[in-house]
């Protein structure tokens, strides 16, 4: 069989927030029908809750300790890549790939710096193009002559970020919103989700425009289509925070000339740090020899095969939060301090207060599964405790986290000290 093309679509800050992954009042027909048509992974989160860190691990196979991107890229954060680290698009030029950028990147401030020999539907005049002009500018390549195979395409959509109306999308009617329990349900809560919708909305479109063009152009059978998102919705307590609104997201996978079955569901727990071997293994290239990821291959073709791993980690720069995950238990160790809103579920014109993040948060996840029930302390706890506090500080051992020597410097500081430095050899 002829190496398949491969065509990632992510979204900013979409979560699970579609049709197929449970939210009704969501309209994503496009996007279920790939679920339909392929795998649908269910436990599958990303190593950070932000976004440059998320993709730079998807897109690396290596941890944001280890390949050096763990904070945003864009200023005035302007976190970076280790020199000499592999981006997926690198990997795929060397493998003989046609690598094509379509709309937005977030794994460097310097979009040449990466292995893309085409770029498209990029800024203009200052201006980010739609989710409609991306998908638009990949059909019009796909149906014309200049496809060549194989093909490595990474599709970027601004959309769901902030603002949500941007583009001059069109609001869902909020009064059939489903408002997650982790926030209040008010009218506030109510015509924000409305407008992320429909943003929503507007990415499936996108995605009917790029399934049609697949299908109209031949490329359909032959094509590895991802779709994923970088992390969780942007609304207090998801985004921005390592609690499991800001780090599920989706991932589905469609293969037809693969093998890989229609409808298949993965109940799986699995990290995004897995995604770039487990490609590596599909198109039959040699996984790098730094990767930290582990391969879910098996997973894609036996709905039966085994756990590849046990815990998912994570880590959010911005406040020095790390926390390791397994299916029923969630430990996050706080190393700077930080404060929260606070606030009953489900209740209108209720006082909320900020609270302090404590230096441990312990969440049983099948008793609570909002995790507002912090048990660090609780005697009960105490054996899951040590057991994911042990799994924690092994992965930062791993990763050779710097937290553990001393809080983490950022590229700000050191180009704020510049001067100091230059006034001392002088």
């Excluded at 190496?3 to 699970?16: A, E, L, Q, S």
């Excluded at 290239?285 to 791993?309: C, H, M, W, Y």
């Excluded at 579920?345 to 006082?351: A, C, E, G, S």
């Amino acid at each position: 069989m002829s190496k398949p093309n491969v065509i990632i679509i992510t979204t900013h800050d979409t979560g699970r927030h579609f049709g197929c992954y449970g939210i009704d009042t969501v309209h994503t027909p496009a996007i279920d029908a790939i679920a339909e048509d392929g795998c649908k992974f269910t436990n599958y989160f990303p190593t950070s809750p932000v976004c440059s860190p998320s993709r730079g691990c998807m897109l690396t196979g290596r941890y944001p300790q280890s390949n050096g991107l763990i904070g945003l890229t864009h200023s005035p954060w302007d976190w970076s890549f280790n020199e000499g680290e592999q981006h997926l698009s690198h990997i795929m030029r060397d493998a003989g790939y046609h690598t094509a950028l379509f709309g937005i990147q977030h794994e460097s401030s310097n979009v040449d710096e990466l292995g893309f020999e085409s770029k498209h539907a990029q800024r203009g005049l200052g201006v980010t193009r739609t989710a409609l002009d991306i998908a638009g500018s990949l059909a019009d390549l796909l149906k014309s002559n200049d496809a060549s195979d194989p093909f490595y395409a990474q599709v970027g959509f601004f959309e769901t970020h902030r603002p949500h109306d941007f583009g001059n999308v069109e609001s869902d009617d909020s009064k059939g919103i489903y408002v997650p329990p982790y926030l209040v349900d008010d009218a506030t809560s109510r015509q924000e989700l409305a407008v992320q919708q429909g943003a929503v909305r507007r990415v499936n479109d996108a995605v009917q425009i790029i399934t049609d063009a697949l299908k109209e152009s031949g490329h359909e059978d032959n094509t590895i289509l991802v779709f994923t998102v970088d992390h969780g919705i942007e609304f207090p307590r998801a985004k921005w925070f390592c609690y499991d609104p800001g780090i599920e997201i989706a991932l589905i996978m469609r293969w037809p000339k693969g093998g890989i079955k229609d409808g298949q569901v993965c109940d799986n727990l699995l990290s995004n740090v897995d995604f770039l071997p487990t490609l590596m293994n599909l198109i039959d290239e040699p996984i790098p020899d730094n990767i930290e990821g582990i391969s879910f291959k098996s997973v894609l073709t036996d709905s039966k095969a085994p756990q590849t791993r046990d815990a998912v980690f994570s880590v959010f720069q911005g406040s020095d939060a790390r926390s390791v995950r397994t299916n029923r238990y969630k430990l996050i160790r706080n190393f700077a301090p930080r404060r929260i809103l606070d606030f009953p579920v489900n209740m209108t014109n209720t006082p909320r207060s900020r609270i302090k993040l404590p230096v441990v948060e312990l969440y049983d996840l099948e008793e609570d599964p909002n995790e507002f029930d912090n048990v660090a302390t609780n005697p009960a706890y105490k054996e899951i405790y040590t057991e994911l506090s042990n799994l924690l500080w092994d992965w930062m051992e791993e990763v050779d986290d710097p937290s553990l020597k001393s809080p983490i410097p950022t590229p700000y500081y050191y180009e704020a000290v510049e001067e100091y430095h230059q006034r001392k050899d002088a």
